[in-house]
C-alpha cells in the first residue's frame, strides 16, 4: 500500500520558537494533503487542506498564520508551527491521497509528537 | 453536514470473542465509508473500506458491510486477538460534497485480554 512519513517523529521545544514538519508520500504522487491534530483520547481534528501548487484552506478556528502549510510538491508538504506555546503540544498527523493511489483513499503518516515547553 | 456516529468504548474483550463496532453516519451526497485502526503510539492505518452500498470491506479478518438502508457500517470480528487492541475509527468520505476530506467518528478503544 501507499506509504506516507513523517519528520520527526518527536519534537521538544521552547516556547516561542517555530517548529517544521514534513510530510512526504514515498511511492506516490499526492495532489492532496491533509494536515489534522488528535488531542489525548480524542479524534482527529482537520486542520487544513492542501494542494499542490495552491494555498492551504484551513478550517474555520485554525489559524493560518500560527499553522503554515506549504505543499511545494507532488510528495512533500510541510507544516510549521510558529511561536509555539504550550497549549500547541499535541499529535500533528497528514495524509495524502492522490496520482496512482485512490483518490479517495487518504494514508496517513505515522504522526509527529510536539511538546512545547 | 456530514457526520459520524460510533459506539463509545472503552470495549474490554476476552481473545477470541466476537467483535463488534457500531457505525452510522449522515452524508448529503454519495460517501465512501472507512474504518482506520490506530496502534498504540502510532499513526492511522487504512483497516478497510467500502466505495457503494451493499459493499463488504474486508482485511485481517475484519468486515464491515455498506448499509444504505440503515446509513450504517457496523465492524466486526469473529475472533479477537490481543494484537487487535487499539483505537478503532469509523469515517466517511463524501464525494457528493466535491471534497476527499474525511469526516471521523470519535474512535472506540478495544483491548483484548489473554
Known amino acids: 500500500g501507499a506509504v506516507v512519513s513523517q519528520h520527526p517523529s518527536w519534537v521538544i521545544c521552547k516556547s516561542g520558537t517555530s517548529v517544521k514538519i514534513e510530510c512526504r508520500s514515498l511511492?506516490?504522487?499526492?495532489?492532496?494533503m491533509f494536515w489534522y491534530r488528535q488531542f489525548p483520547k480524542q479524534s482527529l481534528m482537520l486542520m487544513a487542506t492542501?494542494?499542490?501548487?495552491?494555498?492551504?484552506?484551513?478550517e474555520q478556528g485554525v489559524e493560518k498564520d500560527k499553522f503554515l502549510i506549504n505543499h511545494a510538491s507532488l510528495t512533500l508538504s510541510t507544516l510549521t508551527v510558529t511561536s509555539a506555546h504550550p497549549e500547541d503540544s499535541s499529535f500533528y498527523i497528514c495524509s495524502a491521497s492522490g496520482r496512482q493511489g485512490p483518490q479517495e483513499t487518504q494514508y496517513f503518516g505515522p504522526g509527529t509528537r510536539l511538546l512545547v515547553l | 453536514g456530514d457526520s459520524v456516529t460510533q459506539m463509545e468504548g472503552p470495549v474490554t474483550l476476552s481473545e477470541e470473542a466476537f467483535l463488534t463496532i457500531n457505525c452510522t453516519y449522515t452524508?448529503?451526497?454519495?460517501?465512501?465509508l472507512f474504518w482506520y485502526v490506530q496502534y498504540p503510539g502510532e499513526g492511522l492505518q487504512l483497516l478497510l473500506k467500502?466505495?457503494?452500498?451493499?459493499d463488504k470491506g474486508s482485511n485481517k479478518g475484519f468486515e464491515a458491510t455498506y448499509r444504505k438502508e440503515t446509513t450504517s457500517f457496523h465492524l466486526e470480528k469473529g475472533s479477537v486477538q490481543v494484537s487487535d487492541s487499539a483505537v478503532y475509527f469509523c469515517a466517511l468520505s463524501d464525494r457528493g460534497a466535491g471534497s476527499y476530506q474525511l469526516t471521523f467518528g470519535k474512535g472506540t478503544k478495544l483491548s483484548v485480554i489473554p
Open positions: 452524508a448529503t451526497g454519495y460517501p465512501s
Open positions: 511511492d506516490f504522487q499526492a495532489t492532496t
Open positions: 492542501s494542494n499542490e501548487g495552491s494555498k492551504a484552506t484551513y
Open positions: 467500502a466505495t457503494k452500498a451493499d
